[in-house]
């Protein structure tokens, strides 16, 4: 049994360059990161970063780099809002965790 041939990208596709990829997949995993206390904030940031090299380097690559632009920034913001929400949160309560 023969497999059925999978579909070729049509003459002329261009592909998206791997600098915009690894863009697309930090500021994804950054926002998506960024709901847990802010541990997010770092790749997020990346993200953000990587998408502005891209938007640098191709920009025949858009709107894919803003948007990993966009989700940067988004996650960025939000980590860094919930880090300072648990940073005030917690500060006080940990000496006494930690003396007994």
């Known amino acids: 049994m023969s497999e059925p041939a999978l579909p070729r990208p049509a003459r002329g596709a261009r592909r998206l360059?791997?600098?915009t990829w690894v863009a697309l997949i930090l500021s994804g995993l950054g926002l998506a990161l960024a709901f847990m206390s802010g541990a997010g904030l770092p790749?997020?940031?990346g993200g953000a970063a990587c998408g502005l090299f891209a938007l640098r380097r191709?920009?025949?690559d858009?709107?894919?780099?803003y948007v990993a632009v966009a989700a940067g920034s988004v996650?960025?913001?939000l980590g860094l809002i919930l880090a300072i929400v648990t940073a005030v949160e917690w500060l006080p309560v940990l000496p006494g965790m930690l003396v007994g």
């Open 17 to 19: 360059s791997d600098l």
């Open 43 to 45: 790749v997020a940031a």
């Open 58 to 60: 191709r920009p025949d």
């Open 62 to 65: 858009r709107p894919w780099p």
């Open 75 to 77: 996650g960025t913001v």
